[in-house]
């Protein structure tokens, strides 16, 4: 079954040339189904990068699902055509009257910066209280999972001595999680990343369960109990190439960074990176669609509560 997108959105082609079946708005219209409604609220400066990416993840099912995406309007992105976000976003006022199935909350690049620092905090603050109420189950990436800890549960973040970046090695602690349904005992995730939470703050929290841990990297995976939020630090969705984009910024703009880990072959940042992490990456989103979003949520969305 198709992903329902936008008309004219850039990452049709792209998803088609990769035979990924795509819906656009006016043949869905004509389809006598209901399709989840999905919000992803893309905090990332590449934007058309990173639709691309989570629209590949969340395609990979039988259902039809309905994606918007929505930007912020208390910050002004300075890597993306104004045009592109007048004609595929929407903002938070625009939406706060309406009910959705699921919701993605993107990382962003603002990790060493206090969150009340943050130029959009008060409006992200908004926007997750507002989650609580009008989304059935949200799914939080990198620092959006760790915004959304700290806002909810009172989890702080703490700096590391240097950039978390590659490929890393995790462990599930809870294989009867329905969000691992179809994973190994462990599996690869890619990280990239200045900050952490800890371990024993989120066991501390009775709401919360810790669901994978990296020997390296920390904590993975983490769910409310209600299943309602569900927390990643990682970045599950990225392309091959991402983290060799991401190294070799860092490197033009003179950081002190290492090598990602894991990731170049005999770490040769000229080779192409070794891709071990696509297949779990892809049934994390799958089942989160299917077993925390279709299975639960109500047909009438507008009873969400």
């Given at each position: 079954m198709p992903i329902k997108i936008p008309n004219q959105l850039p990452a049709t082609p792209i998803l088609e040339s990769e035979n990924i079946f795509v819906m656009t708005e006016y043949r869905a219209l004509h389809q006598d189904i209901r399709p989840l409604r999905l919000l992803i609220l893309n905090l990332m400066?590449?934007?058309?990068?990173?639709?691309?990416?989570l629209?590949?993840?969340?395609?990979?099912?039988?259902?039809q699902v309905e994606v918007e995406f929505l930007h912020t309007?208390?910050?002004?992105?300075?890597?993306?055509?104004?045009?592109?976000l007048a004609s595929f976003y929407t903002t938070f006022d625009q939406v706060r009257d309406q009910h959705f199935d699921g919701m993605i909350i993107t990382g962003a690049p603002v990790e060493n910066l206090e969150f009340e620092d943050v130029d959009y905090w008060k409006e992200l603050c908004d926007i997750m209280e507002w989650t609580s109420h009008n989304v059935h189950s949200t799914l939080h990436i990198c620092w959006g999972a760790q915004a959304a800890l700290y806002y909810h549960f009172g989890?702080?973040?703490?700096?590391?001595?240097?950039?978390?970046?590659?490929?890393?090695?995790?462990?599930v602690l809870n294989t009867q999680s329905r969000l691992f349904r179809g994973?190994?005992?462990?599996?690869?995730?890619?990280?990239?990343?200045?900050t952490d939470v800890y371990e024993a703050d989120?066991?501390?929290?009775?709401?919360?369960?810790?669901?994978?841990?990296?020997?390296e990297a920390g904590v993975c995976v983490v769910k409310s109990i209600d299943n309602r939020y569900i927390f990643v630090t990682?970045?599950?969705?990225?392309?091959a190439d991402t983290l060799a984009q991401e190294y070799e910024r860092d490197v033009k703009k003179g950081?002190?960074?290492?090598?990602?880990?894991?990731?170049?072959p005999n770490d040769d940042s000229t080779a192409p990176p070794y891709v071990h992490w696509r297949a779990h990456g892809q049934l994390l989103y799958s089942n989160w669609l299917n077993y925390f979003v279709y299975q639960t949520t109500p047909y009438d969305i507008s009873s969400i509560k």
């Amino acid at each position: 079954m198709p992903i329902k997108i936008p008309n004219q959105l850039p990452a049709t082609p792209i998803l088609e040339s990769e035979n990924i079946f795509v819906m656009t708005e006016y043949r869905a219209l004509h389809q006598d189904i209901r399709p989840l409604r999905l919000l992803i609220l893309n905090l990332m400066p590449t934007k058309e990068v990173t639709e691309t990416q989570l629209l590949r993840q969340l395609s990979n099912s039988p259902l039809q699902v309905e994606v918007e995406f929505l930007h912020t309007i208390s910050y002004k992105s300075k890597n993306v055509d104004p045009v592109h976000l007048a004609s595929f976003y929407t903002t938070f006022d625009q939406v706060r009257d309406q009910h959705f199935d699921g919701m993605i909350i993107t990382g962003a690049p603002v990790e060493n910066l206090e969150f009340e620092d943050v130029d959009y905090w008060k409006e992200l603050c908004d926007i997750m209280e507002w989650t609580s109420h009008n989304v059935h189950s949200t799914l939080h990436i990198c620092w959006g999972a760790q915004a959304a800890l700290y806002y909810h549960f009172g989890i702080p973040k703490y700096p590391l001595d240097k950039k978390l970046s590659g490929v890393f090695h995790h462990k599930v602690l809870n294989t009867q999680s329905r969000l691992f349904r179809g994973f190994d005992d462990d599996f690869f995730m890619p990280h990239s990343r200045y900050t952490d939470v800890y371990e024993a703050d989120i066991t501390k929290v009775p709401e919360l369960e810790l669901l994978s841990l990296s020997d390296e990297a920390g904590v993975c995976v983490v769910k409310s109990i209600d299943n309602r939020y569900i927390f990643v630090t990682g970045h599950p969705e990225y392309d091959a190439d991402t983290l060799a984009q991401e190294y070799e910024r860092d490197v033009k703009k003179g950081l002190s960074i290492d090598i990602p880990k894991n990731y170049f072959p005999n770490d040769d940042s000229t080779a192409p990176p070794y891709v071990h992490w696509r297949a779990h990456g892809q049934l994390l989103y799958s089942n989160w669609l299917n077993y925390f979003v279709y299975q639960t949520t109500p047909y009438d969305i507008s009873s969400i509560k």
